[in-house]
């Protein structure tokens, strides 16, 4: 159970940022996977008097605040474009439309999990996240790192050219999937990810020279192989290693072949 | 600490406990509609209208909802009438106890799109849980309201 001794609603990101030093403290994304812990709070900060809920525009990106609903991600039409559709499929699996009210980009981010749909998809459109005192740090960098007490900001998705497409496989609707697989395909190359390894997302090279001569049933499979044979997996209740390794070759090369196609 | 929002359009002024859950707050404050389920934020019993969007309240502070609009279904019984008893006709409701979280996130489902295709009703309505049900029933439900209800006026905006 999640106690909460005091609750602050910051009025500034220096003094979220100055409450948010002290380890008895935590910040309050959507509270979701929060309240799964056990674990006394002193003082919740809550970041949502900050406007951090928004999501800019500018003419070479998309600048989302940490206080961004999975929801709103979902539905805005310029990151749908951006990303084919990719973005909202890759959370409309997470549990239901309430919970995606509620569930942030900034907790989901910086929870770096292991299951994370949107640090896979994330990974992939090269984003970047704006830390209030780390500056900005690319997101690969960024979920290499260990916990740091800092304040997420905001997340930038560069428009960059080219094509998105997003697979994952669940045992069942709605539960934390067993493998989560984003690619863009660039015109300087590919970008894919891998999640829910289930060990946390990370990006895999694959064999760029594979894809020299265009995506082609043949070679986006052989692009998959070489992808599912340089990915870390382990095992656990949901799947095994080795059935994740197989089902990597195949979501990569669907994923693929979606970018091909649209 | 205090906290001051609106619930169900009355305007109110309360204490908290800075962990209260606004499942509790709304409960305490006469909403006996919304269920506290399985309180992991998994099962939409317990959903609300925060400032017109469904929400899990097990999963909320009522310190976060200081300031905001709260609904529940007691203060929306005019804009369920209207397609519940379809609902029941089809059998959907064996316990019962699922009934309000449904009933809200479907107003907030045909606020947001007044003419949702069948995918479109169950992909909304993913994240409510029923332990009697196949969901068919509810799905049945929904849509022989909107066939008995014709095209929305307003036009889909799905
Ligand atoms: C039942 C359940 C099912 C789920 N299923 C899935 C799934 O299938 N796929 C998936 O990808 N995810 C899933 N998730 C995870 C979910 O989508 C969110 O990623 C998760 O709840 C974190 O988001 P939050 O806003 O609730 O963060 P919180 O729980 O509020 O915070 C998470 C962590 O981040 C910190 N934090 C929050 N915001 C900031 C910030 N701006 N700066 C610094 N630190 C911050 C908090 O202190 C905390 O340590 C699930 C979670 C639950 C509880
Ligand atoms: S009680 Fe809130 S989701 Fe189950
Ligand atoms: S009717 Fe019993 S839980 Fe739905």
């Known amino acids: 159970m999640l106690t909460i001794k005091r609750y602050v609603r910051a009025q500034s990101l220096d003094e979220a940022y100055a409450l948010c030093q002290k380890r008895a403290n935590v910040v309050l994304g959507g509270m979701l996977w929060l309240k799964t812990q056990n674990r006394t709070v002193d003082t919740a900060i809550d970041l949502c008097g900050l406007g951090l809920d928004t999501i800019e525009e500018t003419p070479d990106a998309y600048r989302i605040g940490a206080m961004v609903s999975l929801r709103a991600l979902e539905q805005h039409a310029g990151l749908g474009a951006l990303t ?12 239901g439309v309430q919970f995606r009210n509620l569930a942030t980009v900034g907790g989901s981010l910086y929870g770096r999990f292991g299951f994370s749909d949107v640090l896979t998809l994330f990974l992939a459109l090269d984003a970047r996240v704006e830390l209030h005192h780390g500056g900005t740090v690319p997101l690969a960098e960024y979920a290499a790192r260990p916990y740091e007490r800092d304040i997420l900001t905001h997340v930038v998705l560069p428009k960059l050219p080219g ?33 829910a390894r289930p060990m946390k997302a990370q ?26 044979q340089q990915a870390a997996f382990g095992s ?10 197989g089902l990597c070759r195949v979501l990569v090369r669907r994923a693929l072949l979606a970018c091909k196609e649209g | ?33 919304v269920k506290r389920g399985c309180e992991t934020s998994n099962c939409g019993l ?43 006709d089809q059998g959907a409701e064996q316990c019962g106890f699922c009934n309000p979280g449904y009933v809200m996130n479907t107003i907030a489902l045909l606020r947001e799109n007044p003419d949702p295709t069948d995918d479109e009703i169950r992909a909304y309505l993913a994240g409510n849980l029923c332990r009697c049900s196949g969901y068919e029933g509810q799905l049945r439900g929904i849509r022989a309201f909107l066939d008995a209800r014709g095209p929305a006026k307003e036009g889909h905006h799905g």
């Open chain 2, 46 to 88: 317990c959903t609300v209208l925060l400032d017109g969007k469904p929400v899990l309240s097990c999963s909320v502070l009522a310190a976060r909802a200081d300031g905001c609009e709260v609904q529940t279904l007691e203060g929306l019984q005019a804009e369920a009438e209207a397609f519940v008893a379809f609902i029941a």
């Open chain 1, 203 to 228: 990006l895999y090279p694959g064999d760029p020279a594979l894809l020299a001569g265009g995506v082609t049933p043949e070679t986006a499979d052989a692009f998959a192989a070489a992808v599912a």
């Open chain 1, 236 to 245: 656990n209740l949901r799947a095994g290693a080795d059935y994740r390794r």
């Open chain 1, 163 to 195: 094509r998105v497409a997003y697979a994952s496989q669940r045992n069942s609707a709605t539960d934390f999937p067993v493998l989560a697989c984003a690619v863009a395909l660039r015109p300087d190359g590919v970008r894919c990810a891998v999640g």
């Open chain 1, 84 to 95: 084919q559709g990719a973005l909202a499929e890759s959370v409309r699996h997470i549990v």
């Open chain 2, 1 to 33: 600490m205090e906290i001051q929002l609106k619930l169900n359009g009355r305007p109110l002024r309360a204490a908290v406990e800075p962990g209260t859950l606004l499942l509790d707050f709304v409960r305490a404050h006469g909403c006996a509609s």
